[in-house]
């Protein structure tokens, strides 16, 4: 006979990659080199290109006389904060877990991407407040410098090649943020096709287009930002995973040998990863060594299958929704009591005693050694346990075993 599963096991692992031990790693070191390297390197690439085109476009526009490509420009500058502060965050993310950071650093990442969405907003809706405005003074439109043409074509061109070229790193080390200014270098790559128009229209003779590139460009921007605020927000309030993801993962619990059902699973995402808890149930029969395993063995599953970062796997020997409450009932040691005194046999306290909490109700099995008990007064002690059950204020059932009990 095995001994029980009591009520409840929880089994919460840390991370599936060990922290590291004190004096092993700089406090800098990051917990995933390739990727570290990876993005620093390509926002540095970022860096030199923003850098360039934000002067250009700014000095251009400016003695160029074009609104839309000075906005472009802003545009631009706001692209090369947002590198320095992918830089920061890409640094900051990396760190190892730690004692005041269990789950590690990953949601820097969030909390900038929150930071560089507001920005935007507040940027594009500044750039279209200025361009209202000066369409309010028709008088004051001026043709542009055809220099400023080929400025937006230069600045449309290295966009959208930035794009591409981000988009590939992003997916490749699976980083949010990456991937987040690589859709803002999208979305430049867009405003300057935008500006482009708008020049070209000035230059033909519709002089007010300059103006109203320079207004969508700041909608688009603004756009942009509140999109990538709301995504981080979302995440920083907890916010589960996908239903297709969800289901993916209940069906990988579910698959586990050894796991009966399943419920209250959630979700929620950590930057480019994701957390877990799950209820399994179990046979309520087995022992607890055995329930263990089955919780390990349904976490590795969850953590090889699906991009996760913890599973935390709490096990239920029933369907704890659906019967009602153990927690009312007493400890191990009044029930050894009171069921000591109703068998009016003392020696129970020193027997091998399984208690079974199920449904509100305890199962007991109580172990004699075959020579102790023989089948005659084993028969009459059953019967007596049997009696009891029907009455007890805490006993289901009670069975007497009196052989191949272990010692």
């Given at each position: ?14 991370h ?78 990396s ?31 500044g750039?279209l ?71 070209g ?36 309030i ?35 990863n ?39 796997v ?89 052989s191949?009990?272990?010692?």
């Amino acid at each position: 006979m095995l001994a029980p599963l009591g009520h409840t096991i929880t089994d919460m692992k840390n991370h599936s990659h060990p922290h590291p031990h004190h004096g092993e790693v700089e406090p800098f070191d990051p917990a995933h080199p390739e990727r570290f390297a990876a993005a620093q390197k390509c926002t540095w690439v970022s860096v030199g290109i923003n850098l360039l085109l934000t002067v250009l476009q700014l000095v251009v526009g400016y003695f160029g006389r074009s609104q839309a490509l000075i906005a472009d420009g802003l545009h631009s500058l706001s692209d090369l904060l947002s590198d320095f502060l992918v830089l920061f965050a890409n640094r900051e993310s990396s760190r190892h877990a730690d004692a005041r950071h269990p789950y590690g650093h990953a949601r820097i990442e969030t909390a900038a991407t929150l930071l560089l969405g507001a920005a935007l907003a507040a940027l594009g809706v500044g750039l279209l407040i200025a361009a209202g405005m000066k369409l309010q003074d028709p008088a004051n439109l001026q043709p542009v410098h055809p220099v400023a043409l080929w400025v937006a074509l230069l600045t449309l061109v290295a966009k959208e090649g930035l794009f591409h070229y981000l988009m590939a790193v992003a997916k490749r080390v699976r980083s949010q943020l990456l991937a987040a200014n690589a859709w803002h270098s999208r979305s430049d790559a867009a405003s300057s096709l935008v500006v482009l128009i708008g020049i070209g229209g000035n230059l033909l003779g519709y002089v007010f287009l300059d103006l109203i590139a320079a207004a969508v460009v700041g909608v688009m921007i603004a756009r942009m930002g509140v999109k990538l605020a709301q995504g981080a927000l979302a995440e920083l309030i907890d916010t589960g995973l996908d239903a297709a993801e969800v289901k993916a993962i209940r069906d990988t619990l579910r698959n586990t040998p050894g796991v009966c059902g399943l419920h209250e699973l959630r979700t929620r995402k950590m930057a480019d990863n994701a957390l877990v808890d799950a209820h399994i149930v179990v046979d309520p029969k087995i022992s607890v060594s055995e329930g263990h395993y089955i919780a390990e063995a349904a976490r590795q599953a969850v953590l090889s299958k699906h991009h996760v970062l913890d599973v935390m796997v709490h096990i239920d020997p029933e369907d704890d929704r659906k019967v009602r409450p153990n927690a009312h009932l007493p400890d191990r040691f009044v029930l050894l009591g009171h069921l000591s005194e109703q068998l009016n046999d003392s020696s129970i306290r020193e027997r091998r005693v399984v208690f079974h909490y199920l449904d509100g109700k305890v199962d007991a099995e109580v172990f004699f050694p075959s020579q102790e008990l023989p089948a005659e007064r084993a028969e009459a002690l059953q019967a007596q346990c049997n009696t009891l059950a029907l009455k007890d204020e805490y006993f289901r059932s009670i069975h007497i075993h009196c052989s191949g009990a272990p010692e």
